[in-house]
């Protein structure tokens, strides 16, 4: 299992030293990431990238490399609870934060999706909004979506009823 949690060329020099282990052991400094794409190219992969060498590490050239990432949806947000409090939060981000903690991955708005709104809430104590995480063509690690539940806690009835003491039932003939 990755570690989602590191970046992407940190997984990526793995995943090469991992396949070429008669080879010399690559760095992060040995290359730049091209953006990936979806590739049928090599079977069983979905992705495909272009790599550059580096010429202050003493490579030269190109290589491109194929791997498979991960559905956001069917691979990490199916395998836990995707509701999470909108309490005091706005925008997506907020959300991916905990996401992100919760799950063990490394979202970034504007990298691996496109930063927006949350829903607004009318305020009813336990009203819940779904909202659809799309991964950008560009994401490293992620494609398709997950859909999140953000929902207002329930709240204890004392918080709304401060006043206790009521005026008494009154009857006028």
Do not use: C, W
Request: proline share 3%.
């Amino acid at each position: 299992m990755s570690d989602l949690t590191k970046t992407f060329k940190a997984l990526l020099v793995e995943m090469i030293n991992v396949a070429n282990p008669d080879g010399t052991q690559i760095k992060a400094a040995d290359f730049t990431v091209g953006v990936p794409s979806a590739s049928s190219a090599q079977a069983g992969k979905n992705t495909a990238v272009v790599l550059t060498g580096e010429q202050t590490a003493g490579y030269t050239g190109t290589q491109t490399v194929y791997y498979n990432r991960l559905d956001i949806g069917s691979d990490i947000g199916a395998t836990g609870d995707r509701i999470f409090d909108a309490e005091g939060k706005t925008k997506v981000s907020h959300v991916i934060t905990e996401f992100n903690a919760r799950f063990k991955t490394n979202l970034v708005a504007g990298k691996d999706y496109t930063e927006a709104d949350l829903p607004t809430f009318v305020g009813n104590p336990g009203e819940q909004h779904d909202v659809v995480v799309a991964m950008l063509a560009g994401s490293e690690m992620f494609i398709n979506s997950v859909t999140l539940t953000v929902k207002i806690a329930t709240r204890d009835i004392a918080e709304v009823i401060v006043n206790n003491n009521l005026d008494g039932l009154t009857y006028t003939p």
